[in-house]
Nanobody, 129 residues
C-alpha cells in the first residue's frame, strides 16, 4: 500500500507561482510512474502532468505546457509540480497519483487516470484574477 500526501497549495494572484509537493510512503517510489491531475468545481478530473519511472521523461497537458514543470526526487520519495504564470482557469483541487503496474512508456497511458492505483487527498489551488 502506498500513501501519498500533497502540500503546497494555496491562494495566488494570476501570473504568480506555486510549487506543489507529493510525498510517498514506502520503499518502491522509484518503480512508480507519477502523475498530477486536477479537478475544478463541476468539471471532470483532468490530466496535468506525469513523469516516468524509467528515464524521468515528462508529459504535459497542452493547457499547462510551458508553464508547469513536473520533477521527482527519488531520494526523498517526492514528486513536485512547479506552476508558473498561473491563470484563474488553473483553479482546482490538485491530486498526485502513483502508477505501479502499467508500463505507460510502451502504451502511452500517462494521461489516463485509470492506470493510477494510488491517489493523494488533494490540495486546493486558487488563482485570483
Amino acid at each position: 500500500q502506498v500513501q501519498l500526501v500533497e502540500s503546497g497549495g494555496g491562494l495566488v494572484q494570476a501570473g504568480g507561482s506555486l510549487r506543489l509537493s507529493c510525498a510517498a510512503s514506502g520503499r518502491t517510489f522509484i518503480s512508480y510512474d507519477m502523475g498530477w491531475f486536477r479537478q475544478a468545481p463541476g468539471k471532470e478530473r483532468e490530466f496535468v502532468a506525469a513523469i516516468s519511472r524509467s528515464d524521468d521523461s515528462t508529459y504535459y497537458a497542452d493547457s499547462v505546457k510551458g508553464r508547469f514543470t513536473i520533477s521527482r526526487d527519488n531520494t526523498k520519495n517526492t514528486v513536485y509540480l512547479q506552476m508558473n504564470s498561473l491563470k484563474p482557469e488553473d483553479t482546482a483541487v490538485y491530486y498526485c497519483a502513483a502508477n505501479p503496474r502499467y508500463y505507460c512508456s510502451a502504451y502511452a497511458c500517462y494521461d489516463r487516470a485509470a492506470v493510477y492505483d494510488y491517489w493523494g487527498q488533494g490540495t486546493q489551488v486558487t488563482v485570483s484574477s
